[in-house]
């Protein structure tokens, strides 16, 4: 957790955040080539819930203690389990294709035990 010169947010080094962008981008991804009739209601849904991955990892950058941090990582991991259980429904529903549901699952596995990981930091350090 390196902060540059060049700017103040630190967030955008770390591939926690870069990945939770790439899940974002699967997920709206998704999300466009789903029936008209399930954009709204279920699709709306994810696309909140995986752009809160993100948000929140980028919000709780800015806190002043790592309290305060390891508060939006809880965020940021369950909106992440929000999405991939949305995602986990719409392949029950063949809404999704099993490669789609499973390109999602692996990436939001990544993204969780990076998760696990910055918050044991952070408790580490507390």
């Known amino acids: 957790m390196t902060i540059t010169k060049t700017t103040p947010f630190r967030f955008f080094e770390w591939s926690v ?3 939770a962008k ?3 981008n699967l997920s709206f991804g998704i999300v466009k080539k789903l029936p008209k009739e399930y ?8 696309i909140r819930s ?6 929140n990892i980028a919000e ?3 806190k002043n203690s790592d309290k305060d941090f390891n508060h939006f990582l809880n965020i940021a991991s369950g909106s992440l389990f929000e999405t991939v259980a949305a995602f986990d429904i719409l392949k029950d529903n063949n809404l999704i294709s099993e490669k789609e549901f499973t390109d999602t699952l692996n990436l939001g596995g990544v993204i969780s035990n990076q998760l696990g990981g910055f ?3 952070l408790l580490r350090n507390s």
Do not use: N, T
Request: charged residues 30%.
């Open 39 to 46: 954009r709204f209601e279920i699709g709306s849904q994810i």
């Open 22 to 24: 790439e899940f974002f």
């Open 119 to 121: 918050k044991k930091r």
């Open 50 to 55: 995986s752009l809160s991955v993100s948000l």
């Open 17 to 19: 955040y870069r990945d």
């Open 60 to 62: 709780g950058a800015g």
